[in-house]
């Protein structure tokens, strides 16, 4: 909702404000406001917006996370580079049930800018593996492959990973 400037901000003056309730002598006003300072904080990392969408796509309500992701404008200058990888891992995942290449762009952009999680890392190697075994490129497809079973380090995407490997040695 706010601008990733405008938290910081909102921090600092919390945090300031708290240390003013601390010398008063109201601890209690000072705790919440180091709290509130917390929660901005947090905010700044992760974008309540993309927070949203991901519960709207766990509930696999595609055209709800849509809803969500279309409320920023502005990517670029709204969200840090980590958020933005996520936007764009949040589209490509909406996007590939109906479009596959621009999924692939989304995906692509995705992992160039970096998310923060291994396991969300290697699904998006998974989704370009898959993606690049339709466009029969065997080989690119492999490699993401193998690159995908290294980033899942709780083997989550065993099953999935298995499959592909089984459809890739029909091609």
Known sequence: MFNKNIKLVLAV?????????FTENNIG?????ILLAGIFVFLYFKNE??????????KQDFPGAKRWLDKIKNPEAALTT?????????????????????AEK?????????????QDLAMAKLNLAGIAMTKRRKREAQMLLKEAQKLDKHNMLNDQIRMMKQQMKKI
Do not use: D
């Open 106 to 118: 989304y995906f692509k952009k995705a992992i160039k800018l970096g998310l923060s999680m291994s």
């Open 29 to 33: 006003n000072g705790i919440l406001l």
């Open 82 to 102: 980590k958020q933005q990888g996520y936007y764009n891992y949040l589209h490509g995942l909406m996007v590939s049930q109906t479009n596959i290449s621009q």
């Open 49 to 58: 917006i993309i927070l949203l969408a991901f519960l709207r796509l766990r």
């Open 13 to 21: 003056l919390s945090v300031a404000y708290a240390v003013y309730q």
